[in-house]
Antibody
Framework: QVQLVESGGGVVQPGRSLRLSCAAS????????MHWVRQAPGKGLEWVAI????????YYAASVKGRFTISRDNSKNTLYLQVSSLGDEDTAVYYC???????????????WGKGTTVTVSS | DIQMTQSPSSVSASVGDRVTITCRAS??????LAWYQQKPGKAPKLLIY???SLQSGVPSRFSGSGSGTDFTLTISSLQPEDFATYYC?????????FGQGTKLEIK
């Protein structure tokens, strides 16, 4: 079945870095753009980043631009989010999600993982 | 950035009621709008895409309408499993912003 499984979250000190992963299965990963979305405790959803199906393009939310890097390895069916210079405001559940359109992203997300939790704390 | 504003922030309703949630964009987004449902501790679930298209597997009691700046999500007859938080999201331009959410509670 179509599935996304995130990993790599944990407790990290302020200013440190972490790499989140999202393993995809059950669909042709290399033909879909992919997103990261996060949700701080008790808060709403915040779109974080998108990467094109072939890795040729990416966009970020202003709140993470310059600190986070989205990437993918289509040979491993895996999406990544490198998160750096972490602050308290980055504490959240991080979800990976599939764009519902093949090749050309439509920006709407039809398959979601269960999320991985990042807690920034000294 | 495009701001998405949902109203109400919370609503209480009973099983069988008809409920409408509104989402307003700070500038025109054509039909580049999605609606999601999220239950506590779970990932969001896509309900509506393209403002009015029902995602596969979603019950027909859910419907979406609107274009430009004003959109609505309607649940025609609430079921117990519909009590959740609902988010709109614009996909017209980056960043793809979400509304603040509407919590649908049991009356």
């Amino acid at each position: 079945q179509v599935q996304l499984v995130e990993s790599g979250g944990g407790v990290v000190q302020p200013g440190r870095s972490l790499r989140l992963s999202c393993a995809a299965s059950g669909f042709t990963f290399s033909t879909y753009a992919m997103h990261w979305v996060r949700q701080a405790p008790g808060k709403g959803l915040e779109w974080v980043a998108i990467i094109w199906y072939d890795g040729s393009g990416e966009y970020y939310a202003a709140s993470v631009k310059g600190r986070f890097t989205i990437s993918r390895d289509n040979s491993k069916n895996t999406l990544y989010l490198q998160v750096s210079s972490l602050g308290d405001e980055d504490t959240a559940v991080y979800y990976c999600a599939r764009d519902r359109r093949v090749i050309v992203p439509g920006g709407m997300m039809d398959v979601w993982g269960k999320g991985t939790t990042v807690t920034v704390s000294s | 950035d495009i701001q998405m504003t949902q109203s109400p922030s919370s609503v209480s309703a009973s099983v069988g009621d008809r409920v409408t949630i509104t989402c307003r964009a700070s500038q025109g987004i054509s039909s580049w709008l999605a609606w999601y449902q999220q239950k506590p501790g779970k990932a969001p679930k896509l309900l509506i895409y393209g403002a009015s298209s029902l995602q596969s597997g979603v019950p027909s009691r859910f419907s979406g309408s609107g274009s430009g700046t004003d959109f609505t999500l309607t649940i025609s007859s609430l079921q117990p499993e519909d009590f959740a938080t609902y988010y709109c999201q614009q996909a017209n331009s980056f960043p793809h912003t979400f509304g603040q959410g509407t919590k649908l509670e049991i009356k």
